[in-house]
């Protein structure tokens, strides 16, 4: 699953996602122009709500 950058900051911006601390020891978050990550709960909230995923699928697609 992913989601275009334009999506990301609509749901940022329209609040159903929510901004996290970046995390600065992984080679993912030091490729990125953005200051800040986006919050796991508030995704797996957006999931499950917006997308009908249920816990079992949200924990794969956040934890592989």
Request: hydrophobic share 35%; net charge neutral; no cysteine.
């Amino acid at each position: 699953m992913s989601f275009s950058e334009g999506a990301v900051l609509g749901y940022l911006q329209r609040e159903l996602i929510s901004k996290a601390p970046l995390i600065q020891n992984s080679y993912i978050s030091r490729n990125t122009k953005y200051n800040y990550g986006v919050n796991e709960e508030s995704l797996a909230r957006f999931l499950q709500e917006r997308v009908g995923a249920t816990e079992k699928e949200i924990n794969a697609i956040l934890y592989g």
